[in-house]
């Protein structure tokens, strides 16, 4: 952790744990989101357990059943709680297959008949969490503890410190999370799925409205961090001065019985400059922040690249002589030139014909010196028809409203002179006279 992303830290931690006394419009929630340059992965920290100054560091997924996380690197805490297989916890709808251990083979519980480690019970609740970057299964068990986030009580400000109820989780074995940020130790989950984090914090505490947001940052943690807001808006983005929500375009998500814990969603059809690329309708897609770049299936990439191609030189962009993987169309990148002269790329949804209009900051990467590519990927034989990528996210507004069972977005909120990387104050004058020492919620 460098000095800038500790100072910040500290900063925050000087905020009074505290009691919201007006109940009737309880605040929502707010992580600070991070983007790791080297694998393009978002992740945040997460206070855990009764000694809240262990924070671990957890890759953001929107489609992982539930969160979990290498239990073994200094992780401990007296509210931590293993879950046995016989308890009710362990057979959870939606839930994948747990599986009675006599204890885990990737952990030997050394005080017997003490308190309990993280990760060591008699017949814990086994299960395999998925690591998506890798691709491999990993030995877990189910456990629970409380979670410290802070709340965002204007929209705008860092507020009390929320101390939850206790939050299910998984804990793995050491070396689970290759190919995760080098801070990363898990996955905290944004899926559907009734474990996910949002899931269980609207169902356990019932003050807030079960959807959250995310606003990925497309710098670096040096410039700012991105959001992830839990329980709602208002979602104030400086120096935009209304409420971003004012902007949301909304979908509705459909459910997949082959992946449940996803969002999907239908895109009608793909303009770019307005003219319709020429393909079969509707369009099955889904989001994901654990694929860099959207992935486009392959009977849809052709048309799309050919399509673009076109506009792009009646824009006279000059395609460059190099290709840089994994990328297939890139364009030299000339002096003086603005992203706002690339082709627009409308993916139209909803009955309304709504549109995720994706401008040049969105659309193009900036692969080297001189050259910038097309930031859409060729896809195989994959059930979804397009995979909106983490980097078509940044700087776009994203809410999810899980009991709705709606998607709402912005597009890039750069055309209104913001982005999703900032440094947020620190409400001290909320906390004051609105709060009193205690919990943030009752537990």
Known sequence: MNCLHLSFFLLLSAVTTATITRREKPPALIQTVIKDPITNLYFTSIDIGTNITVSISLVIDLSQPYTWFDCFSGYSSASYTPI??????????????????PKPDWYVCSKTGEKVEPGCSDHP???????????????????????????????????SRFKSPPVIFACVGRKS?????????????LSRNALSLPSQLSSAINLFPPKFALCLPSKTEESGFGDLFIGGG?????PYSYDASQLFTTVSLITNEASSDEYFFEVKSIEINEKAVPLKNPILSKLSTVVPFTVLHHSIYEPFV??????????????????????????????????????????????????????????????????????????????EEIVIGGYQMEDNLVEIDLELSKLSFTSSLIRYNTSCSRFRPVATNWWTKNTIDGSLFPI
Not at 132 to 155: A, N, V
Not at 234 to 238: C, K, Q, R
Not at 333 to 357: A, Q, S, Y
Request: glycine letters at 10%; hydrophobic letters at 35%.
């Open 84 to 101: 046995d297989f016989d308890s009710p916890k362990c057979k959870l709808p939606n839930f994948t297959n747990p599986h009675n251990l």
């Open 125 to 159: 609740c086994g299960l395999n969490p998925y690591n998506p970057m890798d691709k491999t299964l990993r030995g877990g068990s189910l456990s629970e503890d409380r979670i410290f986030s802070y709340s965002i009580p204007d929209g705008l400000s860092f507020g």
């Open 177 to 189: 999370y290759d190919g995760f940020p080098g801070e990363a130790q898990g996955l905290l989950s």
């Open 234 to 238: 208002p979602y104030f983005l400086p």
């Open 306 to 383: 050919k399509e673009f191609k076109v506009m792009a030189a009646s824009k006279k962009m000059v395609e460059a002589k190099t290709k840089v993987s994994p990328f297939e169309l890139c364009y030299r990148l000339k002096k003086r030139f603005k992203m706002e002269e690339v082709p627009v790329i409308d993916l139209t949804v909803g009955n309304d014909e709504g549109r995720w209009r994706i401008y040049g900051w969105n659309s193009m990467v900036v692969v080297k010196k001189g050259v910038m590519c097309l930031a859409f990927v060729r896809g195989g034989e994959d059930r």
